[in-house]
């Protein structure tokens, strides 16, 4: 299931801009790469972890990185 997506995609599923969006992971305090490429699955789960899943994501989608969080929880 893993993917990457962009900063843009990630925005436009939480349903604010790419410069909301980095204005609210810098206040929660995560760090990770912002360059110009992709955001890789990790940094994508931190997110959703730190915000919470998006209201405009799929079920399937949502259940899908879900089943993924909890992997990484049960290790």
């Known amino acids: 299931m893993k993917k990457t997506k962009t900063r843009q995609e990630l925005a436009a599923e939480y349903g604010i801009s790419r ?3 980095a204005r609210r992971i810098k206040a ?8 110009r490429g992709v955001l890789l699955p990790a940094d994508i789960m931190n997110v959703y972890r730190t915000l919470g899943f998006p209201e405009k994501m799929s079920p399937e989608e ?8 909890n992997k990484e929880n049960s290790i």
């Open 62 to 69: 949502r259940t899908e990185w879900n089943e993924e969080l």
């Open 19 to 21: 410069k909301t969006l």
């Open 28 to 35: 929660v305090g995560l760090e990770f790469s912002l360059s």
